[in-house]
């Protein structure tokens, strides 16, 4: 048996690995005057956090200077609960998706080169597979307003809520379109979601001024091929229609930006970033199939893991983190039972990985008191 141990002792930070997207969207009121809408996505399963109240939201003129920052409320928060894919009767237990919204009127008078709007905060989920160092890494929620030529300009707003679960080797379509009440032409294509915040600054205020850096994938995940298979995640660019086939379960990150054109001239961009839960088969919840389990957790000295007879354990990996995403252990597998001692480990919360033919098919959580 491989078995390597890497003994980190730093404090373990306390901040959200819980958020799993969102988007900015605006429209003209009148008198120089938006309504601006930031929406986010959270894992409120996962994550104990709540939404932020209130969020920082920073408005910077097209030369990445700050103009102002606003601290606004939590407008409103709902269970997304029709964005279930119906390769499954009935959610997993353990996945909860909610998004926030928080929305202000905001005095925006023409300018040269418009304005950028942004909000950062910290983490994403561990359990994403295609990020490196996801439970390290945060995420700008970003929207501009174009030029002063174009003051009166309203942001498209995308027609359907993200959706959460779909199904492995599964052909599967989505309608990411959106709407632009000013009868703009739209052009969409994936993008790699921005970064923004960390665990030593989760929660910026006021939010950092662009340009903003994009995350790391996580290799062999790319731009171009953000899940994995032989249907890779494409976009149609006058649809808006999301398609892919995944080949592996597990969470994955994505974004997706709009482009607006008038009269063939580029006015703006709406990001959106979001996260697919591909569950293994059809008419299962196979989620809450415990393929790892843990006894006890919380655990003091020695735990008993039970890798469940399904899973072939050969080139299968159990990995230990921490919660900054540090790896601290990593077991290579042979036999379906094995003991794990922590006791040299300091207390907290710490992340596990199974890995099995370089692919996460389990993620979970282990308490070390």
Not at 81 to 87: L, P
Not at 224 to 248: K, W
Not at 301 to 312: A, F, L, Y
């Amino acid at each position: 048996m491989k078995f390597w141990l890497i003994l980190l002792f730093f404090p373990l930070y306390s901040y959200s690995t819980h958020l799993i997207g969102g988007e900015m969207t605006y429209r003209y009121l009148g008198n120089d005057t938006f309504q601006i809408k930031l929406t986010v996505y959270r894992d409120c399963a996962n994550g104990i956090p709540p939404f932020d109240d209130p969020a920082s939201i920073g408005i910077f003129d097209f030369n990445n200077n700050i103009l102002r920052t606003y601290a606004i409320a939590l407008t409103s928060q709902a269970d997304i609960t029709n964005s279930i894919y119906n390769c499954i009767a009935v959610a997993p237990s353990n996945i909860c998706y909610q998004k926030g919204e928080y929305i202000f009127n905001c005095f925006l008078p023409p300018i040269s080169g418009g304005y950028q709007i942004s909000h950062q905060r910290c983490c994403i989920p561990f359990g994403i597979v295609n990020v490196l160092d996801a439970p390290t890494t945060g995420f700008t929620i970003y929207a501009s307003v174009p030029d002063s030529i174009f003051a009166t300009n309203n942001s498209p707003v995308f027609n359907e809520q993200p959706f959460t679960i779909l199904c492995v080797n599964t052909t599967f379509s989505f309608d990411h379109s959106a709407t632009d009440p000013d009868g703009d032409s739209l052009v969409y294509s994936l993008c790699t979601p921005y970064s923004g915040a960390d665990n030593f600054n989760p929660f910026p205020d006021p939010p950092s001024a662009p340009p903003y850096s994009e995350i790391f994938w996580l290799q062999p995940y790319s731009l171009t091929d953000m899940i994995g298979g032989t249907s890779p995640l494409t976009i149609d660019e006058q649809t808006g229609i999301l398609s892919v086939t995944p080949d592996a379960i597990g969470i994955y990150s994505y974004g997706i930006t709009v482009r607006e054109f008038r009269n063939g001239v580029y006015l703006s961009e709406t990001r959106r970033s979001n996260t697919l839960y591909v569950e293994n088969s059809t008419g299962i919840n196979d989620f809450e199939i415990p393929l790892v389990s843990i006894s006890p957790n919380p655990i003091s000295g020695r735990s008993t893991i039970h890798i469940d007879e399904t899973v072939n354990f050969k080139d299968t990996q159990f990995e230990l983190n921490d919660a900054l995403g540090r790896l601290v252990l990593e077991i290579e597998l042979t036999s379906n039972y094995f003991g794990l001692e922590v006791s040299p480990l300091p207390p907290g919360i710490y992340f596990y990985r199974m890995i099995n033919d370089g692919l996460a098919i389990s993620t979970g959580r282990l308490v070390i008191e």
